[in-house]
């Protein structure tokens, strides 16, 4: 077997993994994904294949179903933008994924209030002036960036109750509100990336990744795929080899 083809069986036995044939290897790696003050759990699935004497296929898939399952809990009647004279929160927030893109769907309240001036750059909020209730959807896709996945949203629209629309098309309420949530939510995501980071035994294969999109897992689940590629240079044989010394997987040096 030509050394070029060792690589991805060495790595199984490194990680545990079980090679489905001498020339793939599939494990799966506990992640998590920072979000301000706290981290969101996932899971990594990794596959590595032999693609030819130089290189090594790699398909990253990113399963998010439990951050899909807690990011609502966590959203939920928290303002997403709150300032002086505006307060806008998500009351309930679905979302799954599709062939090529991320559906998300919810309930929005927005409230009104009066706000002064008191200073210079001070502003004091006042009564409650009125409270809409309006229904969200949205959708998002997945842009590859500097070997991490980025969500976007491609657009967001608002509709307010029958009963409120001719109010707040009179005064651009929903128009004023959709962009400051884009504002908002724009500035988490890219905050947020997602980069896949592979466990210390792996990290001098440095993947990088070219492509990537949003990928259905199950009946609707959230996953984010990656493919790439990984140069199999004599550096990084010889890391692997000194790993599986280290582990006395293999001899060491006489």
């Known amino acids: 077997m030509r050394l070029w083809l060792i690589v991805p069986v060495l790595m199984a036995a490194v990680l545990g993994a079980r090679p489905p044939y001498a020339q793939q290897v599939d494990f799966v790696i506990d ?21 030819d004497t130089t290189r090594i296929g790699v398909g990253a898939l990113l399963d998010l179903r439990e951050i899909q ?5 966590r959203l939920a009647n928290n303002a997403i933008v709150d300032n002086c004279g505006l307060q806008v929160r998500l009351d309930d927030l679905s979302f799954e994924a599709k062939v090529d893109a991320i559906d998300l769907d919810g309930e929005v309240t927005i409230t009104i209030f009066e706000c002064s001036r008191t200073g210079e750059r001070d502003f004091q909020r006042g009564e409650e002036k009125n409270a809409i209730l309006a229904s969200m959807s949205t959708e998002a896709t997945v842009e590859v960036r500097d070997n991490c996945a980025y969500i976007k949203l491609i657009d967001l629209t608002l509709t307010a109750p029958e009963v409120q629309r001719e109010q707040v098309l009179e005064d651009d309420t929903l128009d004023s509100v959709k962009e400051l949530m884009l504002a908002a939510v724009d500035l988490v995501l890219k905050e947020t990336p997602l980069c896949p980071e592979l466990p210390a035994e792996l990290a001098s294969l440095d993947p990088v990744y070219e492509k990537g999109g949003p990928r259905e897992i199950g009946e609707g689940g959230f996953g984010v795929f990656l493919d790439g590629s990984v140069d199999v240079s004599p550096s990084t044989i010889l890391d692997i080899l000194t790993v599986l010394q280290q582990q006395e997987l293999i001899p060491g040096r006489p």
């Open 31 to 51: 992640a998590t994904l920072p979000v301000r003050e706290t981290e969101l759990p996932y899971t990594l699935n990794l596959n590595l294949s032999a693609v």
């Open 69 to 73: 399952k807690i990011v609502p809990e």
